[in-house]
């Protein structure tokens, strides 16, 4: 009796433990899309945050839910903006940067509506703030008549 208590008390704590994995798995952060760029590396996470990591070691963080901007500039100094008005912020600084972080997410929509959701497009040769050359790869389809 003794034997078969402690088995159902190692079944139950096992089954506990597992919950408590799938609860941290319902909660775990994972990068959905990422881009490289020449001037940035680009995250978009699963929680709907879109992470800009610049190679002079700024970044920009958006959150649509918070409907916030961070960014963190060359000293490691924080600080947030409201979405809406950030662009018309005077920190130049970090301006160019969401522009930039922009224009990217813009080419990145266009090309996913244009591909059916592929993403297929590289935008190794994108630099500050509007300059671009664009690499599309292009899927070959065959067409066959229908016989009448």
Wanted: glycine residues 2%; aromatic residues 6%; proline residues 1%.
């Amino acid at each position: 009796e003794m034997c078969i208590r402690d088995r159902k008390d190692a079944a139950q704590a096992k089954e506990e433990e597992s919950e408590s994995d799938s609860q941290k798995t319902d909660t775990l952060v994972y990068v959905k899309k990422w881009m490289k760029t020449r001037h940035a590396i680009m995250f978009r996470l699963s929680n709907k945050i879109v992470q800009v990591d610049f190679k002079d070691k700024t970044e920009i963080i958006l959150s649509s839910e918070n409907k916030m901007v961070t960014y963190v500039n060359k000293k490691g100094e924080r600080s947030n903006y409201p979405l809406a008005t950030a662009l018309e912020s005077t920190n130049l600084e970090m301006s160019k940067r969401l522009k930039y972080t922009k224009e990217i997410l813009q080419h990145m929509l266009n090309a996913n509506q244009h591909n059916g959701g592929v993403q297929s497009v590289s935008y190794t040769h994108l630099t500050l703030p509007t300059i671009y050359s664009v690499q599309i790869s292009v899927v070959a389809v065959s067409l066959k008549k229908k016989k009448s």
